[in-house]
């Protein structure tokens, strides 16, 4: 047997003997794995509670904003900010003090002492607990104590609170119409604010899931005070939406009225693939559109005369090329030989080149335009008249 095939026969035997071992040491059992909420269970942090409000009697409301609730109702606040709008906070204020029962938890915020100064509870701190963490993450169990319920006695309950704070408990100078305490003090306490009550929870209990952690339910009982019957409203400005999504549900048409205003300015403002008007084309005018602009600017700006003695030296010029002797002919004979090379009149042809009565603009344009024609007929007509000859 060669070298390569006990290495093989090694392995396949190790191989073998690995899944022998796992075959006899595992086996296969059902295992309950906790599902993540969903639907409203994951988006709504009171949803356990509202269920079990029901359940009770009671008629769960769920509210996105405040809105008073009825006078004999219940309230309850988890992440709500205390002192943020100073109107709502006064308004509930009123509501409590008319008969209303308000429950807040530990995640209540409160600035400049608003809260504590008006329903007459407040933290006191362990000095002792400085380092400690800030919630137990075991549950512990507290003596629930009420108005009539005697300082000592074992008639006493005893409930399990999960996640209450350490670091402080709560105090009150006021009666205590209900609490929870144990050796770190008061955990859980209701007052009397007028007509109604306050009852602050120092953990969060009735959020999500945490209703199903220790004796929550029935802690949820007992600090509602709830009765068969009542309106019970919760309230949370944790799951307020967005400020764009609120934007865009109150005020769509503003919204799209402004989007379009500025996609009208950034069109507006934006560098263009062309020009906004069609280029002049680059085309040079024709020499006789150039000789005829420059005629007409001589004429309006005072130069009709010079344009004039222009007009009749180039006629001239051309006749002394078709008449021998012509600069020694008198001028009427210089007349009768420009009517036979151009047709006109002799007479209209010595007026206007000699004897203009006028220098009126349109006067002069009339006797240039006549010797410009005679001119062209000499030039123009009559080298015609002798190429074709030939």
Known sequence: MTKSRVLWSVAGALLVAVGIWIA???YWADATIPMPLKGEARTNPFYAAQRLTSALGARPVRDRTFVVPPADGVLVLSEWHWSLVRDRR????????????????????TTNQDFERWAGIDRAVDEESSDAPTHYSACRTFTEETADTPRRGKSRTKLSLCGAQHLWSLKTKKPVEWSLRDSTGIQAVRVRVGQGHVTWINAEPFRYQELFQGDHGWLFVAATDLRRGDDVHFLSEADVPPLLVLMWRWGAPVVIVALLIVALLLWRGAVRFGPIAPTASAERRSLAEQIRGTGHFASRHGGGEALHAATVRALEEAARRRVPGYNALPASERGVALQRLTGVDATDLLTAAYHQRSTRPNQLRAAIALLENARRHIVVTLTRSAYGKH
Do not use: K, P
């Not at 006064?90 to 530990?106: C, H, M, N, P």
């Open 24 to 26: 006899t040491h595992t």
């Open 90 to 109: 006064q308004a509930i204020e009123r509501w409590v003090e008319s008969g209303g029962r308000l429950v807040v938890d530990s995640l209540l915020v």
